[in-house]
């Protein structure tokens, strides 16, 4: 099981959640301020159009180098060749995954409550998700909010990759790194941002000093 996730800021984005701009630009603006993986999360589409929207960013990827991650669609993730997929705790299980996709890159886990980390789907998965670490408008369906000492005690408990998510900004991704995370991701920061390669780039900056 590949335990390498080199990656350090991580884009969710939507076809519909970049205020109006084409997601394709904001992707793109994004992987120049230092973004390194983009996950595409579409909760209401069809899966034609999951996979149209899927098809289209990976164009934009592809010229970067940079992977893709498709969020809790298994369908949609194995047709558009993407790296690898993320899901939740009430998802396709990455145990299930690792079953029927055989050269799935990544597999990524949303941690919600500590109980999970003694379940065989932290095991079979590459990388987990502290979700959230601090609560946030954009997803309110959310049990635990994890805080720093979330993320160290998930951090004392794996060596596997962590990703923090959860209304990271570049006031708060110095301390959440230094707690623990390998990785941060983020949807408002950059999405809501109005120059979202500076957004970026100034994460990135933030994320690298503490490390
Ligand atoms: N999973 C946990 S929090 C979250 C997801 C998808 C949303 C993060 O959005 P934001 O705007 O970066 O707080
Ligand atoms: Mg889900």
Same mark, same amino acid.
């Given at each position: 099981?590949?335990?390498? @996730?080199?990656?350090?800021?991580? !884009? #969710?984005?939507?076809?519909?959640?970049?205020?109006?701009? +084409?997601? /394709?630009? %904001? =992707?793109?603006?994004?992987?120049?301020?230092?973004?390194?993986?983009?996950?595409?999360?579409?909760?209401?589409?069809?899966?034609?159009?999951?996979?149209?929207?899927? @098809?289209?960013?990976?164009?934009? !990827? #592809?010229?970067?180098?940079?992977?893709?991650?498709?969020? +809790?669609? /298994?369908? %949609? =993730?194995?047709?558009?060749?993407?790296?690898?997929?993320?899901?939740?705790?009430?998802?396709?299980?990455?145990?299930?995954?690792?079953?029927?996709?055989?050269?799935?890159?990544s597999i990524?886990?949303?941690?919600?409550?500590?109980?999970?980390?003694?379940?065989?789907?932290?095991?079979?998965s590459d990388c987990?998700?502290?979700?959230?670490?601090?609560?946030?408008?954009?997803?309110?369906?959310?049990?635990?909010?994890?805080?720093?000492?979330?993320?160290?005690?998930?951090?004392?408990?794996?060596?596997?990759?962590?990703?923090?998510?959860?209304?990271?900004?570049?006031?708060?991704?110095?301390?959440?790194?230094?707690?623990?995370?390998?990785?941060?991701?983020?949807?408002?920061?950059?999405?809501?941002?109005?120059?979202?390669?500076?957004?970026?780039?100034?994460?990135?900056?933030?994320?690298?000093?503490?490390?």
């Amino acid at each position: 099981m590949k335990e390498v @996730f080199p990656y350090k800021l991580y !884009l #969710v984005i939507s076809e519909e959640g970049c205020a109006g701009r +084409d997601f /394709l630009q %904001v =992707a793109e603006q994004a992987i120049l301020g230092g973004v390194d993986i983009v996950q595409l999360r579409e909760k209401k589409a069809s899966n034609s159009k999951f996979r149209e929207i899927a @098809f289209r960013l990976q164009e934009v !990827l #592809v010229k970067t180098d940079t992977p893709l991650i498709i969020n +809790d669609n /298994l369908e %949609v =993730a194995q047709h558009v060749g993407a790296y690898g997929i993320h899901v939740g705790n009430n998802d396709v299980t990455p145990s299930q995954i690792r079953a029927v996709w055989k050269d799935c890159k990544s597999i990524g886990y949303s941690i919600e409550y500590l109980a999970q980390m003694k379940s065989k789907e932290v095991a079979a998965s590459d990388c987990l998700a502290v979700s959230p670490v601090f609560k946030t408008p954009t997803k309110i369906d959310t049990i635990t909010e994890w805080g720093l000492e979330g993320v160290s005690q998930i951090r004392r408990e794996t060596n596997k990759p962590l990703i923090a998510i959860g209304n990271m900004n570049s006031d708060n991704v110095f301390e959440v790194v230094k707690a623990g995370a390998d990785c941060i991701a983020v949807v408002s920061a950059i999405c809501a941002a109005k120059d979202p390669a500076m957004a970026a780039f100034t994460l990135r900056n933030q994320i690298e000093k503490a490390l």
